[in-house]
C-alpha cells in the first residue's frame, strides 16, 4: 500500500514558478512509476508529467513541454513537479498518482494510487 501527499499549491500570477511536491509512504515506493494529474473546473483530469522509478525516463503532456520539470529523490520517497512560465490555463488541482509497473502510462486508469490534490490557481 503506498499513501501520497501533495504540497505546494498555492495563488500565484502568469509568468511565476512552483514547486509541487509528493511525498510517498511504503518502503516500496521508491520502485515505483510517479505522475502527476490535474483537474480543472468542469474538465477531466488529465495527464501532466510522469516519471519512472530510477528516473531515467520522464513523460510530458505537450501542454506543459518546455515548462515544467518532473523529478523525484528516492532517499526522501518524494516526487516534484517544478512548474516555470505558469499560464492561467495552469489553473487546476494537481494530483500526484502511482502505480508498480516500470512503464508510463498517461491514462489515468492505470495508476493504482492517488493523493488528495493540492490547488495551483495563476491569475492573469
Known amino acids: 500500500q503506498v499513501q501520497l501527499v501533495e504540497s505546494g499549491g498555492g495563488l500565484v500570477q502568469a509568468g511565476d514558478s512552483l514547486r509541487l511536491s509528493c511525498a510517498a509512504s511504503?518502503?516500496?515506493?521508491?520502485?515505483?512509476?510517479m505522475a502527476w494529474f490535474r483537474q480543472a473546473p468542469g474538465k477531466e483530469r488529465e495527464f501532466v508529467a510522469a516519471?519512472?522509478?530510477?528516473?531515467?525516463?520522464?513523460h510530458y503532456a505537450d501542454s506543459v513541454k518546455g515548462r515544467f520539470t518532473i523529478s523525484r529523490d528516492n532517499a526522501k520517497n518524494t516526487v516534484y513537479l517544478q512548474m516555470n512560465s505558469l499560464k492561467p490555463e495552469d489553473t487546476a488541482v494537481y494530483y500526484c498518482?502511482?502505480?508498480?509497473?516500470?512503464?508510463?502510462?498517461?491514462?489515468?486508469?492505470?495508476?493504482?494510487?492517488w493523493g488528495q490534490g493540492t490547488q495551483v490557481t495563476v491569475s492573469s
Open positions: 511504503g518502503r516500496t515506493s521508491r520502485t515505483y512509476t
Open positions: 498518482a502511482a502505480h508498480s509497473r516500470p512503464m508510463i502510462y498517461i491514462s489515468r486508469t492505470r495508476y493504482d494510487y
Open positions: 516519471i519512472t522509478s530510477g528516473g531515467g525516463n520522464t
